[in-house]
Protein backbone atom coordinates (compact mmCIF):
# COMPACT_ATOMS: atom_id res chain seq x y z
CA UNK A 1 0.00 0.00 0.00
CA UNK A 2 1.58 3.26 -0.81
CA UNK A 3 2.35 6.35 1.02
CA UNK A 4 -0.59 9.13 0.98
CA UNK A 5 0.79 12.41 -0.04
CA UNK A 6 -0.12 15.21 2.13
CA UNK A 7 -1.61 17.07 -0.35
CA UNK A 8 -4.30 14.66 -0.59
CA UNK A 9 -4.56 15.13 3.61
CA UNK A 10 -8.35 17.28 4.17
CA UNK A 11 -6.57 18.53 7.71
CA UNK A 12 -9.48 21.07 8.44
CA UNK A 13 -12.24 17.81 8.41
CA UNK A 14 -9.52 15.79 10.15
CA UNK A 15 -7.00 13.49 9.57
CA UNK A 16 -4.33 11.36 11.43
CA UNK A 17 -0.92 13.17 10.87
CA UNK A 18 2.24 10.33 11.58
CA UNK A 19 5.35 13.06 12.22
CA UNK A 20 9.03 12.29 12.33
CA UNK A 21 9.76 13.88 16.01
CA UNK A 22 13.46 16.11 14.86
CA UNK A 23 15.86 15.31 18.37
CA UNK A 24 15.55 18.11 21.16
CA UNK A 25 11.54 19.05 19.90
CA UNK A 26 9.12 19.11 22.46
CA UNK A 27 5.69 17.47 21.12
CA UNK A 28 3.78 20.82 22.04
CA UNK A 29 7.09 22.19 19.49
CA UNK A 30 6.01 20.10 16.82
CA UNK A 31 2.25 20.74 17.16
CA UNK A 32 2.60 24.39 17.09
CA UNK A 33 5.17 24.09 14.08
CA UNK A 34 2.20 22.23 12.02
CA UNK A 35 -0.96 23.90 13.07
CA UNK A 36 1.03 27.31 12.09
CA UNK A 37 2.50 26.15 8.88
CA UNK A 38 -1.19 24.33 7.96
CA UNK A 39 -3.33 26.78 9.09
CA UNK A 40 -5.27 23.86 11.30
CA UNK A 41 -7.17 25.26 13.50
CA UNK A 42 -7.91 22.29 15.61
CA UNK A 43 -5.30 20.28 16.70
CA UNK A 44 -3.22 17.54 18.89
CA UNK A 45 -1.13 14.98 19.90
CA UNK A 46 -1.87 11.56 20.83
CA UNK A 47 1.00 10.48 23.19
CA UNK A 48 3.92 13.12 24.36
CA UNK A 49 7.28 12.03 23.35
CA UNK A 50 10.52 13.47 25.35
CA UNK A 51 12.35 16.57 24.02
CA UNK A 52 15.84 13.48 23.55
CA UNK A 53 13.33 11.50 22.19
CA UNK A 54 13.00 11.16 17.99
CA UNK A 55 10.41 9.02 16.29
CA UNK A 56 6.78 8.66 15.66
CA UNK A 57 4.52 11.36 16.80
CA UNK A 58 0.75 11.01 15.58
CA UNK A 59 -0.91 14.52 15.42
CA UNK A 60 -5.15 14.49 15.00
CA UNK A 61 -6.65 17.29 13.45
CA UNK A 62 -10.26 18.60 12.95
CA UNK A 63 -12.63 15.37 13.52
CA UNK A 64 -9.85 13.05 14.43
CA UNK A 65 -8.92 14.59 17.88
CA UNK A 66 -11.74 12.56 18.88
CA UNK A 67 -9.74 9.64 18.43
CA UNK A 68 -7.08 10.56 20.86
CA UNK A 69 -7.57 8.90 23.52
CA UNK A 70 -7.99 5.62 21.68
CA UNK A 71 -4.65 6.14 20.06
CA UNK A 72 -2.94 6.76 23.18
CA UNK A 73 -3.96 3.43 24.84
CA UNK A 74 -2.35 1.48 21.96
CA UNK A 75 1.09 -0.33 22.48
CA UNK A 76 3.93 1.02 22.11
CA UNK A 77 7.15 -0.32 20.71
CA UNK A 78 10.93 2.06 21.06
CA UNK A 79 14.42 1.23 20.38
CA UNK A 80 17.16 2.78 21.43
CA UNK A 81 20.50 2.35 23.97
CA UNK A 82 21.34 2.17 27.70
CA UNK A 83 24.63 3.64 29.18
CA UNK A 84 25.96 1.65 31.70
CA UNK A 85 27.96 1.99 34.81
CA UNK A 86 27.03 6.50 35.21
CA UNK A 87 23.36 7.61 36.30
CA UNK A 88 21.88 11.38 36.02
CA UNK A 89 18.89 12.68 37.75
CA UNK A 90 16.55 12.83 34.83
CA UNK A 91 17.48 8.87 33.59
CA UNK A 92 18.81 10.21 30.10
CA UNK A 93 20.96 12.71 28.92
CA UNK A 94 18.91 16.12 29.98
CA UNK A 95 21.00 16.27 33.05
CA UNK A 96 24.62 15.87 34.07
CA UNK A 97 26.31 12.22 35.36
CA UNK A 98 25.56 12.41 39.11
CA UNK A 99 27.53 8.71 40.18
CA UNK A 100 29.50 6.45 38.43
CA UNK A 101 29.95 2.84 39.46
CA UNK A 102 32.54 -0.67 37.69
CA UNK A 103 30.24 -2.46 34.89
CA UNK A 104 33.45 -3.89 33.05
CA UNK A 105 33.04 -7.01 35.16
CA UNK A 106 29.31 -7.49 33.90
CA UNK A 107 29.58 -10.45 31.29
CA UNK A 108 27.12 -10.76 28.28
CA UNK A 109 25.08 -13.45 30.41
CA UNK A 110 24.60 -11.40 33.57
CA UNK A 111 23.13 -8.43 31.55
CA UNK A 112 20.77 -10.47 29.65
CA UNK A 113 19.70 -12.19 32.33
CA UNK A 114 18.62 -8.88 33.63
CA UNK A 115 16.02 -8.37 31.29
CA UNK A 116 13.76 -11.37 32.64
CA UNK A 117 12.14 -8.91 35.97
CA UNK A 118 11.09 -6.61 33.83
CA UNK A 119 8.83 -8.59 31.77
CA UNK A 120 5.02 -8.56 32.05
CA UNK A 121 3.19 -6.01 34.31
CA UNK A 122 5.83 -4.65 36.66
CA UNK A 123 5.56 -1.44 38.89
CA UNK A 124 7.37 1.41 37.89
CA UNK A 125 7.91 5.07 38.98
CA UNK A 126 7.91 7.60 36.47
CA UNK A 127 10.85 10.53 36.66
CA UNK A 128 10.83 13.57 38.45
CA UNK A 129 11.80 15.22 35.12
CA UNK A 130 8.54 14.20 34.13
CA UNK A 131 5.21 15.76 32.59
CA UNK A 132 3.40 13.83 35.21
CA UNK A 133 1.63 16.25 37.60
CA UNK A 134 1.93 16.52 41.14
CA UNK A 135 0.17 18.81 43.06
CA UNK A 136 -1.41 20.95 39.93
CA UNK A 137 1.81 21.51 38.58
CA UNK A 138 4.19 19.23 36.27
CA UNK A 139 6.60 17.34 38.10
CA UNK A 140 9.75 18.77 35.30
CA UNK A 141 9.12 22.46 36.52
CA UNK A 142 9.87 21.26 40.11
CA UNK A 143 12.69 19.34 38.76
CA UNK A 144 14.34 21.93 37.22
CA UNK A 145 13.72 24.28 40.30
CA UNK A 146 16.44 21.81 42.24
CA UNK A 147 13.41 20.91 44.14
CA UNK A 148 12.21 17.27 45.38
CA UNK A 149 8.73 15.99 45.66
CA UNK A 150 7.51 12.07 45.83
CA UNK A 151 5.99 10.45 42.72
CA UNK A 152 4.15 7.11 42.95
CA UNK A 153 4.42 4.19 41.45
CA UNK A 154 2.15 2.42 38.67
CA UNK A 155 1.34 -0.86 37.07
CA UNK A 156 2.63 -1.05 33.38
CA UNK A 157 3.24 -3.76 31.12
CA UNK A 158 6.43 -4.64 29.69
CA UNK A 159 5.20 -6.83 26.08
CA UNK A 160 8.38 -7.33 24.73
CA UNK A 161 12.10 -6.53 26.02
CA UNK A 162 14.84 -7.79 24.00
CA UNK A 163 18.75 -6.41 23.89
CA UNK A 164 19.83 -6.23 20.07
CA UNK A 165 23.82 -5.65 21.12
CA UNK A 166 25.79 -5.48 24.03
CA UNK A 167 29.24 -3.39 23.64
CA UNK A 168 29.87 -1.85 26.96
CA UNK A 169 29.46 0.50 28.13
CA UNK A 170 26.31 0.55 25.64
CA UNK A 171 23.64 -1.75 25.66
CA UNK A 172 20.84 -1.09 22.76
CA UNK A 173 17.39 -2.89 23.30
CA UNK A 174 14.10 -3.30 21.84
CA UNK A 175 11.10 -2.99 24.04
CA UNK A 176 7.07 -3.24 23.37
CA UNK A 177 4.80 -1.88 25.89
CA UNK A 178 2.08 -0.24 27.12
CA UNK A 179 0.21 3.15 28.05
CA UNK A 180 2.22 5.03 30.65
CA UNK A 181 5.97 3.19 30.57
CA UNK A 182 8.78 5.29 30.97
CA UNK A 183 11.68 3.53 29.15
CA UNK A 184 13.99 6.28 31.29
CA UNK A 185 12.53 4.95 34.16
CA UNK A 186 13.49 1.18 32.91
CA UNK A 187 16.88 3.12 32.35
CA UNK A 188 17.20 3.66 35.58
CA UNK A 189 15.81 0.33 37.11
CA UNK A 190 17.64 -1.74 34.60
CA UNK A 191 20.89 -0.50 35.94
CA UNK A 192 20.15 -0.81 39.67
CA UNK A 193 18.77 -4.36 38.92
CA UNK A 194 22.87 -5.19 37.49
CA UNK A 195 23.76 -2.64 40.39
CA UNK A 196 26.21 -0.56 38.20
CA UNK A 197 23.70 2.07 37.26
CA UNK A 198 22.49 3.43 33.66
CA UNK A 199 20.79 5.83 31.97
CA UNK A 200 19.31 6.45 28.75
CA UNK A 201 21.05 7.92 25.87
CA UNK A 202 18.80 7.46 23.14
CA UNK A 203 15.85 6.50 22.31
CA UNK A 204 13.18 6.06 18.94
CA UNK A 205 9.68 5.52 19.29
CA UNK A 206 8.98 3.23 16.49
CA UNK A 207 5.33 2.11 16.46
CA UNK A 208 1.84 2.93 18.32
CA UNK A 209 -0.44 0.10 17.30
CA UNK A 210 -0.61 -0.37 13.73
CA UNK A 211 1.24 3.46 13.05
CA UNK A 212 4.82 3.31 12.18
CA UNK A 213 7.72 5.64 11.78
CA UNK A 214 8.23 4.14 8.42
CA UNK A 215 5.06 5.86 7.31
CA UNK A 216 5.55 9.25 8.99
CA UNK A 217 6.42 12.37 7.86
CA UNK A 218 9.27 14.58 8.63
CA UNK A 219 8.79 18.70 9.37
CA UNK A 220 10.46 19.88 6.05
CA UNK A 221 8.09 18.10 3.97
CA UNK A 222 4.87 19.41 5.87
CA UNK A 223 6.57 22.88 6.14
CA UNK A 224 6.75 22.60 2.14
CA UNK A 225 2.80 22.81 1.96
CA UNK A 226 2.72 25.68 4.08
CA UNK A 227 0.42 27.95 2.14
CA UNK A 228 1.43 31.56 0.66
CA UNK A 229 0.57 34.36 2.81
CA UNK A 230 -0.64 37.86 2.03
CA UNK A 231 2.83 39.66 1.77
CA UNK A 232 4.91 37.32 1.67
CA UNK A 233 6.99 38.05 -1.33
CA UNK A 234 7.71 41.84 1.27
CA UNK A 235 8.58 40.07 4.38
CA UNK A 236 12.44 39.05 5.27
CA UNK A 237 12.51 35.43 5.58
CA UNK A 238 11.69 33.96 9.11
CA UNK A 239 14.96 32.56 11.09
CA UNK A 240 13.83 28.60 11.37
CA UNK A 241 14.24 26.87 14.74
CA UNK A 242 17.32 25.34 14.65
CA UNK A 243 17.39 21.22 14.48
CA UNK A 244 18.81 21.16 17.83
CA UNK A 245 17.71 23.57 20.51
CA UNK A 246 18.62 22.96 23.66
CA UNK A 247 18.02 25.86 25.62
CA UNK A 248 15.08 25.75 24.58
CA UNK A 249 13.84 22.45 26.21
CA UNK A 250 16.13 22.90 29.48
CA UNK A 251 19.04 20.22 28.11
CA UNK A 252 21.90 22.05 29.91
CA UNK A 253 23.73 18.73 29.82
CA UNK A 254 22.93 17.80 26.25
CA UNK A 255 23.63 21.15 24.99
CA UNK A 256 27.10 20.89 27.08
CA UNK A 257 27.52 17.31 25.54
CA UNK A 258 27.03 18.94 21.82
CA UNK A 259 29.33 22.01 22.59
CA UNK A 260 32.18 19.69 23.93
CA UNK A 261 31.50 17.41 20.27
CA UNK A 262 31.60 19.97 18.25
CA UNK A 263 34.73 21.55 19.74
CA UNK A 264 36.61 18.21 19.36
CA UNK A 265 35.72 18.16 15.69
CA UNK A 266 36.93 21.91 15.13
CA UNK A 267 40.20 20.84 17.23
CA UNK A 268 40.73 17.62 15.50
CA UNK A 269 40.05 19.81 12.10
CA UNK A 270 42.85 22.45 12.83
CA UNK A 271 45.38 19.25 13.50
CA UNK A 272 44.72 17.74 9.88
CA UNK A 273 44.92 21.36 8.09
CA UNK A 274 48.27 21.91 10.39
CA UNK A 275 49.42 18.71 9.32
CA UNK A 276 48.57 19.12 5.65
CA UNK A 277 50.19 22.13 5.58
CA UNK A 278 53.72 20.80 7.15
CA UNK A 279 53.46 18.04 4.73
CA UNK A 280 52.52 20.09 1.16
CA UNK A 281 55.72 21.10 -0.63
CA UNK A 282 56.54 24.86 -1.27
Known amino acids: MSKKSLADFDFETGEVLLVDKPLTWTSFDVVRKVKNALRIK ?42 LGETTPSFDLET ?7 YSHLTEQQIQAAV ?13 FSAVKIDGKRAY ?22 LTRIALPEVDFRIVCSK ?23 LVRTRIGEYRVEDAFTLESIQALRPPRPGDEQRPARAERPG ?33 AENDPE
Not at 96 to 102: C, S
Not at 263 to 275: I, L, M, P
Open 141 to 162: EIARQGLEAEIKSKTVEIKAFE
Open 244 to 276: TAPNRAGLQYFAALQADALAVQARQAAEEAGAK
Open 180 to 202: GTYVRSLARDFGLGLGCGAHLTR
Open 116 to 128: APFLGLIQQTPPL
Open 42 to 83: KIGHAGTLDPLATGLLILCTGKKTKEIDLIQAQEKEYTGTFR
Open 96 to 102: AVDMARP
